[in-house]
């Protein structure tokens, strides 16, 4: 199945935006897939407000997230892959919902088992 996740983000997001509130992303910034100001990251984290006036382009996907926003006045293509997301919120009153970071490793395919074994072959007559 694929994962809840960005279906939940998306979901909050509109929730948030329908309650004329401010949604704000709580990232990890030490994922390697994210593109992030760094000098706005504090304790490897970073928030992000994503209301519609202060960004533009967003794109919620499946897995990542995408938008164009300024930065002490420069321009910023910023890219966090849903695994990063540990929080989904509204600014004025903290309603929202947190992630579990351990949740993303339910996300990953298991691992592929290699052969213990060689493969035997023989010709049958």
């Given at each position: 199945?694929?994962?809840?996740?960005?279906?939940?983000?998306?979901?909050?997001?509109e929730w948030i935006i329908d309650n004329s509130l401010t949604p704000?992303?709580?990232?990890?910034?030490?994922?390697?897939?994210?593109?992030?100001?760094?000098?706005?990251?504090?304790?490897?984290?970073?928030?992000?407000?994503?209301?519609?006036?202060?960004?533009?382009?967003?794109?919620?996907?499946?897995?990542?997230?995408?938008?164009?926003?300024?930065?002490?006045?420069?321009?910023?293509?910023?890219?966090?892959?849903?695994?990063?997301?540990?929080?989904?919120?509204?600014?004025?009153?903290?309603?929202?919902?947190?992630?579990?970071?351990?949740?993303?490793?339910?996300?990953?395919?298991?691992?592929?088992?290699?052969?213990?074994?060689?493969?035997?072959?023989?010709?049958?007559?």
């Open positions: 199945m694929t994962s809840l996740k960005p279906y939940l983000i998306r979901s909050i997001y704000h992303l709580l990232v990890d910034a030490e994922n390697a897939g994210a593109i992030l100001p760094t000098e706005f990251i504090e304790d490897g984290k970073i928030i992000l407000n994503i209301r519609p006036e202060a960004i533009q382009g967003l794109s919620l996907g499946n897995e990542e997230i995408e938008f164009n926003a300024r930065f002490s006045g420069k321009p910023m293509h910023i890219v966090t892959p849903v695994t990063a997301v540990l929080a989904i919120y509204a600014k004025e009153n903290g309603k929202g919902m947190i992630f579990d970071p351990e949740d993303n490793e339910d996300d990953e395919p298991p691992p592929v088992k290699k052969p213990t074994s060689k493969p035997n072959l023989r010709i049958v007559k």
